[in-house]
């Protein structure tokens, strides 16, 4: 058995802090378009 899932994916990356601060980290959202349709978010 075979699987496969087309299609395409965007990524946001964004700095996590005020304007004020320093960088506390990164967000990063990934919208999935296509046979699979999801969006998954990470904070490092």
Request: no cysteine.
């Amino acid at each position: 058995m075979e699987n496969e899932a087309l299609g395409t994916f965007d990524v946001k990356v964004s700095p996590i802090g005020d304007d004020d601060e320093p960088i506390g980290g990164m967000s990063i959202n990934r919208t999935f378009h296509g046979d699979l349709k999801r969006l998954t978010a990470k904070r490092i």
